[in-house]
């Protein structure tokens, strides 16, 4: 009840508000504290950060880590991306780690808890190599918490950033959008003038990929989607449909289907391709996307993604389905 009485205090606010509010009051929280702040490329880590770094400067070192379960070439552009905007940020490549942490699980549950513990403890880990880094900065948005705990007190799904965190913490945490939704943590991010890059860029989930593969996630399974992803996202900036889109990604199936190719029956994997229209993510509608940008898609994929031999487009809104498959 708490957090819904702190979410309806912010009913009537503007953006301009909301940053000349939250700055004094991280720095009035933080101090002269250290913050380890988890970038991801995200609207939301983006804004968390450029809001910190305007409150605690160079007190503030964030931190990428590349899971192995970003979209393809993502870690690269994200260093790119950050480094434009003068953020201070270290890359920590654990792909081997977190792939042998999730080798042999299936359980959605279970692969977000291990994503998040990780995604914790090699912050933890890096933070203690840096000096008097006493808290750990995360991009926690409103819609978040919802759907972590409904209002009965049942849990929906564990969410990145508040479900899989260890019992016990080396760091406080800061979550200055926590009370916002997505529309809103974007609104906020163009009154701190990030680029429109950024800010448009479509969500994209914590555990990254580990939630667009049902089933095992193995180092085959994320190229396969890697692969398949990146010919629907690309697809989509040239039809001039990405930026019509709230987000859109590719799904990964644990099953096969019979197919033809070469004049050769294959047995191979079928992915969902996935777009609709959101505003604060706690419902979603279906992108009817035209049918013959459809069928080239899953032309595309069928015919340069080793593995893939079916491709279907998933039109469930939510509820009852969720986004994200897991």
Same mark, same amino acid.
């Given at each position: 009840?708490?957090?819904?009485?702190?979410?309806?205090? *912010?009913?009537?606010?503007?953006?301009? +508000?909301?940053?000349?509010?939250? $700055?004094?009051? @991280?720095?009035? #929280?933080?101090? &002269? !504290?250290?913050?380890?702040?988890?970038?991801?490329?995200?609207?939301?880590?983006?804004?968390?950060?450029?809001?910190?770094?305007?409150?605690?400067?160079?007190?503030?070192?964030?931190?990428?880590?590349?899971?192995?379960?970003?979209?393809?070439?993502?870690?690269?552009?994200?260093?790119?991306?950050?480094?434009?905007?003068?953020?201070?940020?270290?890359?920590?490549?654990?792909?081997?780690?977190?792939?042998?942490? *999730?080798?042999?699980?299936?359980?959605? +549950?279970?692969?977000?808890?291990? $994503?998040?513990? @990780?995604?914790? #403890?090699?912050? &933890? !880990?890096?933070?203690?190599?840096?000096?008097?880094?006493?808290?750990?900065?995360?991009?926690?948005?409103?819609?978040?918490?919802?759907?972590?705990?409904?209002?009965?007190?049942?849990?929906?799904?564990?969410?990145?950033?508040?479900?899989?965190?260890?019992?016990?913490?080396?760091?406080?945490?800061?979550?200055?959008?926590?009370?916002?939704?997505?529309?809103?943590?974007?609104?906020?991010?163009?009154?701190?003038?990030?680029?429109?890059?950024?800010?448009?860029?479509?969500?994209?989930?914590?555990?990254?990929?580990?939630?667009?593969?049902?089933?095992?996630?193995?180092?085959?399974?994320?190229?396969?989607?890697?692969?398949?992803?990146?010919?629907?996202?690309?697809?989509?900036?040239?039809?001039?449909?990405?930026?019509?889109?709230?987000?859109?990604?590719?799904?990964?199936?644990?099953?096969?289907?019979?197919?033809?190719?070469?004049?050769?029956?294959?047995?191979?994997?079928?992915?969902?391709?996935?777009?609709?229209?959101?505003?604060?993510?706690?419902?979603?509608?279906?992108?009817?996307?035209?049918?013959?940008?459809?069928?080239?898609?899953?032309?595309?994929?069928?015919?340069?993604?080793?593995?893939?031999?079916?491709?279907?487009?998933?039109?469930?809104?939510?509820?009852?389905?969720?986004?994200?498959?897991?």
């Amino acid at each position: 009840m708490k957090k819904m009485t702190e979410r309806a205090m *912010l009913e009537n606010w503007s953006p301009e +508000e909301f940053v000349k509010w939250t $700055i004094p009051e @991280l720095k009035s #929280e933080l101090g &002269d !504290e250290k913050v380890v702040l988890g970038l991801s490329g995200g609207v939301d880590s983006t804004v968390t950060a450029v809001l910190l770094h305007r409150a605690i400067g160079s007190n503030l070192v964030s931190i990428f880590v590349d899971t192995g379960l970003m979209r393809r070439n993502e870690p690269e552009e994200v260093m790119e991306q950050y480094s434009k905007l003068g953020l201070n940020v270290i890359c920590v490549r654990a792909a081997d780690l977190f792939l042998n942490e *999730l080798k042999g699980v299936t359980d959605p +549950e279970q692969k977000r808890k291990i $994503i998040g513990r @990780l995604f914790i #403890e090699v912050f &933890d !880990e890096e933070a203690q190599r840096l000096d008097g880094i006493k808290w750990l900065g995360q991009g926690t948005i409103y819609p978040d918490i919802l759907e972590s705990l409904n209002a009965e007190g049942k849990l929906i799904k564990s969410h990145h950033n508040v479900g899989g965190l260890p019992e016990k913490m080396n760091l406080g945490i800061v979550e200055p959008l926590r009370l916002l939704y997505k529309d809103e943590v974007r609104r906020i991010g163009k009154t701190l003038g990030i680029p429109d890059e950024l800010l448009g860029r479509h969500p994209f989930p914590g555990p990254g990929l580990g939630v667009r593969i049902l089933g095992e996630i193995t180092a085959e399974r994320v190229a396969i989607l890697q692969n398949a992803d990146k010919i629907f996202i690309d697809a989509l900036r040239k039809a001039g449909l990405y930026d019509k889109i709230w987000q859109a990604g590719v799904i990964l199936l644990p099953v096969q289907a019979t197919g033809v190719k070469n004049d050769e029956r294959t047995y191979g994997n079928a992915v969902v391709l996935r777009a609709v229209h959101s505003v604060n993510a706690i419902t979603a509608d279906v992108i009817e996307l035209p049918y013959a940008f459809l069928t080239g898609v899953a032309k595309d994929i069928i015919n340069n993604v080793e593995g893939v031999n079916r491709v279907v487009y998933d039109i469930s809104p939510k509820p009852p389905a969720t986004i994200e498959w897991e």
